[in-house]
């Protein structure tokens, strides 16, 4: 977006030739907005004039007259006789010379959009009003996406006023007074859909008029093109006040102007000559027989203002930013008018707009008859009010503020501001936002901080690290988590995957795997993703697929969740590990024993259950255990199935599966310390041959029975030889300790001589 420094004080007490620009533009970009360039604007005033056409003959020459005596230029099939025309000298060196004049175009005025110019209305006065000189400044339009108050000049000039400490004019000093009919907030007013807020309109009758020099000269440097004086003043009034506006040609209206959606397959001839159909999305201005312009967007040609339009009727309205937004995506147009009304305009400017458009046709001195009152329809926006605490400014800025200097900024920026002192001199300041900064920037008590902190200078503000000690906080369960993720990548040296909620139906086909009882989701994003897992093992397997062809043993794990259907749909978090060896079979007792570091964090005695039928088709039967504590069960560990494996991948592996959820009920057990038994502990080891049939663990429950002196028993070793057909060898290791006192040698030999007895018992052979 381009402005004019020159424009921009003409809503300020005061010249701009007196101010320090590039000082300005420093503080703009450091509290205000991002000026991307500044571009200063001197035209030759030997050199750009204005000249008369005298004579005209077709498709050879036209002689035009100006100040410099009367001159051929090219022929040029828009003028007439009579009209004026901006001309360019391109020999200042010799401006008598036959080819040293030409027609003047928008760039030689400062623009950097190359268009042609219109015929101009000239007098006395607009010649002397002749702006040579200016500034132009322009503006990154992503740092005002918040600030719809700042898509024109006047909103600039609010700003510029406050950091310069100069009086903004009063909007009523820029406008004219035209007497209204006011129906916002009654019957009338709903009409109008919700997508229009507020609706201002005003029919006058007046000649077609060319363009005004002092206006053209504006809008040409800041990229817009001047047309005629109706459509002039339309778009500086956008540009001026930051709200679009649109004239008609009266004529060409059918009935009554009114707001609404447009109908499903609708026609529309937009001013650039592009036809659309409309949508019932769209909103729409229209008369009583069909759609007349999109609104906030681009007006109809057929209703177009031309060089005959003697009615016009204004209008001026306030509409919803996302329907605007919408059709512009819609049908491609995105224009200065719809840039703005995307940025929730304040509905209070309608009005204005119009008033501000009277008010520049009497600065051209033209004549014009008003036939009717200015006719506003809408809601009654509410008011905005914030009250701040002046200790919450200074705490969260971190510096100390005069309360002065909060009051006459926030009101240099047009907020009402009240101070009050409480009985403990704490400082208050109920503030009401304008309409203008109401709509998407001003809500709460931290914008006006910003407001503060930007006017005061965040550069002046020192740079500190805040002084809070941080320490985080876990949860229990994210803990435990934690420690189990710790135990199983620092502890058994495993990799962590983190793999996606769905299971790849793909290699679920290419393992012969059917899941049952699952969950679909109703959108899926591709037919490979769509049902949720019931199980992490099939993930593990299919990563150990694709890494088997570079590695010989892989270890993996995944802790997250699944998705179980039990007459419901219940989520649930699950931790499942593989061990795989593409060469040796896994051992399952070794397995077992590196799990236990994991199976730790419940500090609870496993019962490991062996398992003859396995549900899931990736265990081998005889080879697989339930995992339970007491009787609840906890999970599923064993052999990977060689019928279901090799169909995967060639090698061996040990598959667990355990519920987190169960992990962490357990972990939350509250440990007291106990203090240390000041008598020697007895060690003894119990070497023996018993049946295949017996396991370790019951072993170990049956020795640990005997006698509460027993402290502890865990398996040492076992081996197994095929002559011993269906026994092994187990050895035992059996901690003795009374706290009581200390255990003399007979008491050790009588509860060794209980332990062996009982083995035998069991069917072991002592060796």
Not at 31 to 36: G, K, L, M, S, Y
């Amino acid at each position: 977006m381009k402005l004019s420094l020159a424009w921009i004080f003409d809503h300020l007490d005061a010249d701009w030739r007196s101010i320090d620009v590039p000082a300005l533009v420093k503080k703009l970009n450091e509290t205000t907005a991002e000026i991307e360039a500044v571009h200063r604007i001197e035209l030759p005033s030997d050199a750009l004039l204005v000249a008369q056409v005298v004579d005209s003959v077709a498709e050879k020459q036209t002689t035009v007259s100006m100040a410099a005596g009367q001159r051929m230029l090219p022929y040029r099939a828009d003028v007439q006789v009579g009209d004026y025309f901006f001309v360019q000298c391109t020999d200042t060196a010799a401006p008598s010379q036959v080819n040293a004049w030409r027609w003047a175009t928008s760039i030689d005025l400062g623009a950097t959009k190359d268009f042609v110019l219109p015929n101009v209305h000239t007098d006395s006065d607009s010649v002397s009003a002749f702006e040579y000189n200016d500034y132009v400044l322009e503006v990154d339009n992503k740092s005002l996406t918040h600030r719809p108050d700042l898509w024109g000049h006047r909103g600039f000039a609010r700003e510029i006023g406050a950091i310069l400490n100069i009086p903004l004019k009063s909007l009523d000093r820029m406008c004219v007074d035209v007497a209204k009919n006011d129906f916002r907030g009654i019957a009338a007013s709903k009409k109008l859909p919700t997508q229009c807020t507020q609706l201002a309109t005003l029919s006058i009758d007046v000649a077609g008029q060319k363009s005004s020099i002092p206006m053209a000269l504006r809008l040409a440097r800041i990229d817009a093109r001047p047309i005629n004086l109706i459509v002039d003043c339309t778009n500086y009034v956008m540009f001026d006040l930051g709200h679009p506006m649109h004239a008609f040609d009266q004529e060409k209206i059918n009935g009554t102007l009114a707001v609404r959606m447009a109908h499903p397959a609708e026609k529309l001839r937009l001013l650039d000559g592009q036809l659309i159909e409309l949508t019932s999305h769209d909103l729409v201005i229209a008369d009583d027989s069909k759609a007349i312009s999109l609104a906030g967007i681009m007006g109809g040609y057929d209703t177009g203002i031309t060089e005959k339009t003697t009615q016009v009727l204004l209008e001026a309205a306030c509409f919803d930013p996302a329907t605007i937004r919408r059709s512009c995506v819609r049908y491609k147009k995105r224009t200065d008018a719809s840039a703005r009304f995307e940025k929730s305009l304040d509905p209070l400017m309608p009005t204005y707009a119009i008033e501000r458009f009277m008010a520049l046709l009497k600065a051209e001195a033209v004549s014009y008859t008003q036939n009717s009152s200015l006719e506003v329809y809408g809601i009654v926006p509410s008011t905005v009010q914030i009250a701040v605490h002046h200790q919450f400014i200074e705490k969260q800025l971190g510096v100390a503020i005069c309360p002065e200097f909060v009051c006459t900024r926030l009101r240099a920026l047009g907020f009402d501001v009240h101070q009050q002192t409480h009985a403990n001199n704490a400082i208050e300041y109920a503030i009401t936002v304008p309409s203008f900064r109401a709509t998407k920037d001003i809500s709460i008590a931290v914008d006006i901080v910003e407001e503060v902190g930007r006017c005061y200078g965040f550069d002046n503000i020192a740079g500190t690290l805040p002084k809070i000690v941080t320490t985080p906080h876990l949860h229990r369960a994210m803990h435990t988590t934690r420690k189990i993720k710790q135990l199983l990548a620092y502890g058994m040296q495993m990799r962590e995957l983190q793999s996606y909620a769905f299971f790849d139906e793909q290699f679920l086909r290419e393992c012969h795997f059917e899941p049952t009882d699952t969950v679909a989701v109703q959108q899926p994003v591709s037919e490979n993703w769509r049902r949720l897992v019931t199980s992490l093992v099939p993930n593990l397997i299919k990563a150990v697929v694709a890494n088997s062809v570079h590695h010989d043993a892989l270890r993996f794990f995944e802790l997250n969740r699944i998705w179980d259907y039990e007459h419901m749909v219940v989520e649930k978090q699950s931790l499942a590990g593989i061990f795989f060896d593409k060469k040796k079979p896994v051992d399952f007792y070794a397995s077992k024993l590196l799990m236990q570091s994991v199976l730790s964090v419940v500090d609870k005695p496993v019962r490991w259950e062996q398992q003859m039928s396995p549900a899931a088709p990736w265990y081998a039967p005889y080879q697989t255990a339930e995992l339970y504590v007491g009787e609840l069960k906890i999970g599923l560990a064993g052999v990977a199935n060689h019928s279901f494996w090799q169909q995967c991948a060639l090698g061996h592996a040990f598959i667990f599966e355990l519920s987190v959820d169960a992990l962490l009920a357990l972990s939350n057990t509250i440990k007291q310390a106990k203090p240390l038994c000041p008598y020697p502990f007895v060690v003894r080891d119990v070497s023996m041959l018993v049946p295949i049939s017996v396991t370790a663990d019951q072993l170990i429950d049956l020795v640990t029975g005997i006698d509460k002196t027993i402290r502890h028993v865990e398996l040492v070793d076992f081996y197994q030889q095929e002559e011993w057909k269906d026994q092994r060898s187990i050895t035992l290791r059996v901690t003795m300790q009374d706290e009581h006192a200390t255990m003399s040698a007979n008491q050790i030999d009588q509860l060794h001589t209980v332990i062996t007895t009982l083995l035998i018992n069991r069917g072991a052979t002592i060796r």
